[in-house]
Structure formats: structure tokens, C-alpha cells
């Protein structure tokens, strides 16, 4: 079973829609819930993280965590275009320094116009 | 402020042959890391250095990878003899000391063939 499962889409949304995206994980030692973006031929990019359970909201994005759950869900508001790529979830634990991350295998999002 | 960069951006190989992959950090970061993702899986952390010690390298597949980072700048990632399953794409990321937050790099695509 691995650590952290996320289903890898393709999901196809036409713009202006509101998407979830969402992970569940099997370690509850996990602290640190980050979400990265990756577009093509791109390196990861950190969109947001969080460290507690509860929502966690910037711009258009809001991150919510529910470690009761072991759940984990990346709200876009307003999709655009542009917001097309792959979505990854991440976690990490204090044990580790918070420094050895371990990822979801990613969902791609295709925003049409 | 420059990002992190690899080199080369691609890498196809036979084999049984030997590569090479350079990661340059963010100027500063003392934490760097190696991941590595196969094609239909997640991204894997491979190792983690501090300056130029080894913090972390559960992640190593085995002794075909050595990787340096001598006088804790630039690290390079040596396999050697290359196996087709190495093939994948090898990202490499760097971490102040006072923020979790890792910055990736574009990554190198290697082909074994």
C-alpha cells in the first residue's frame, strides 16, 4: 500500500469551474501537508502548505487538511486555462526534520475555455 | 534570484554506460536533495545532503548511485553501470535553513536504453 494515494485524473473542467483535488494518506506521523504544481517539462512548484488540520486559504486557493481523515484536498476557485498541470500532494513529518518529502503521484488537471 | 538548475536537461544512455547528473542550488541553501520519479509512479526521495554531508540517503536504490557534494555547492549524481530501470527523471531540490520549503529544479530525463 503506498503512504499516500492520489488518483491521477486525467480531470477535465471548463473554465470558471471550482475543482477539488484531493489525497489520502496511511502515516498519521505525517505533519507538514504541502501541495506543489508542476507543469510540463517543469520542475514541482510550491502552491501552498499547512501545517494543521483546518482550511488554509490563498488567492484562489484554499487547502484543507483533515488528519482525523488522514484526508487532504486543494480547492481552485474561478479555474482558468492556465491552471492546467499536474497537482501534486506532498507530506513530511518532524522525525525527518521535515525534510525527506513524500509525494502522491499526482493528479493532471486540464482547465478547457 | 536564480533557481535551481540541472544538468543536462536530457540524457539517453545504453546499457551498462555511466551518467553523470549536476545539480547547482539556490546560492545559500545548505539542504539539497535528489528525487527521483519512473514513468507511472510517484516522485521518490533519494537522498538528502546538509552542506556536504550525507543526512539521508534511505532512498538510494543501491550501490549503482554515488552521490557528492563536495565543498557543499553544486552535487552530482553518478550511475554507474546505468540499468534500464534507472531511466526516469531525476529532480533535484534546495532548502534554506529557516524555511521548509524546497525548491525544485527542472529535472533530468534519463533514457536508458
Known amino acids: 500500500q503506498k503512504e499516500v494515494e492520489q488518483d491521477p485524473g486525467p480531470l477535465s473542467v471548463p473554465e470558471g469551474a471550482i475543482v477539488s483535488l484531493n489525497c489520502t494518506y496511511s502515516n498519521s506521523a505525517f505533519q507538514y501537508f504541502m501541495w506543489y504544481r508542476q507543469y510540463s517539462r517543469k520542475g514541482p512548484e510550491l502552491l501552498m502548505y499547512t501545517y494543521s488540520s483546518g482550511n488554509k486559504e490563498d488567492g484562489r486557493f484554499t487547502a484543507q487538511v483533515d488528519k482525523s481523515s488522514k484526508y487532504i484536498s486543494l480547492f481552485i476557485r474561478d479555474s482558468q486555462p492556465s491552471d492546467s498541470a499536474t497537482y501534486l500532494c506532498a507530506m513530511t513529518f518532524l522525525n525527518t526534520g521535515f525534510q525527506k518529502l513524500v509525494f502522491g503521484t499526482g493528479t493532471r488537471l486540464l482547465v478547457s475555455p | ?113
Open chain 2, 1 to 113: 534570484e536564480a533557481g535551481v538548475t540541472q544538468f543536462p536537461s536530457h540524457s539517453v544512455i545504453e546499457k551498462g554506460q555511466t551518467v553523470t547528473l549536476r545539480c547547482d542550488p539556490i546560492s545559500g541553501h545548505d539542504n539539497l536533495y535528489w528525487y527521483r520519479r519512473v514513468m507511472g509512479k510517484e516522485i521518490k526521495f533519494l537522498l538528502h545532503f546538509v552542506k556536504e554531508s550525507k543526512q539521508d540517503e534511505s532512498g538510494m536504490p543501491n550501490n549503482r548511485f554515488l552521490a557528492e557534494r563536495t565543498g557543499g555547492t553544486y552535487s552530482t549524481l553518478k550511475v554507474q553501470p546505468a540499468e534500464l530501470e534507472d531511466s526516469g527523471v531525476y529532480f533535484c531540490a534546495s532548502k534554506d535553513r529557516e524555511r521548509e520549503t524546497q525548491y525544485f529544479g527542472p529535472g533530468t530525463r534519463l533514457l536508458v536504453l
